[in-house]
């Protein structure tokens, strides 16, 4: 089977995996078909874990233009995160946070949801572990 295709049906499992290239030991999230150092063929899937670290973040209020075109539009939060274990980032959106709260550093875990053109499981952004 092909590597992106087991990829994607453990998203409809809601779980995450990452490509391992077998030479350099590198993990990949999202998976790559090739490894970025060594150009050989990544040949293993490996669970990653649901959560991770962000790294930074931005919020989709970047300027009076954006505030007057969407008045009232929710502020939306992307984020930069490392998925724990792994090396690799994503951008994602930041869900059922608020930006005063946000501080790189911060836990944070898988957010699922429906995708928008099937009803399979996607990961739709991360939110905050609540450490309380």
């Not at 836990?107 to 949801?113: A, D, F, I, T």
Request: aromatic share 8%; with cysteine.
């Amino acid at each position: 089977m092909y590597i992106l295709d087991e990829f994607y049906i453990g998203l409809d499992e809601k779980k995450i995996f990452g490509s391992k290239c077998s030479k350099c030991k590198i993990v990949y999230f999202p998976p790559k078909i090739r490894c970025k150092k060594c150009l050989d063929q990544t040949d293993e899937l490996i669970e990653l874990p649901q959560t991770g670290i962000l790294k930074n973040f931005i919020d989709s209020d970047i300027g009076n233009h954006v505030k007057k075109k969407h008045k009232n539009k929710k502020q939306e939060l992307y984020g930069l995160v490392q998925i724990d274990t792994i090396q690799s980032k994503i951008i994602m959106p930041i869900l059922n946070a608020e930006k005063a709260n946000l501080k790189p550093g911060m836990k944070l875990k898988v957010v699922w949801g429906k995708g928008k053109i099937t009803d399979t499981p996607h990961i739709i952004g991360f939110e905050p572990i609540d450490l309380e």
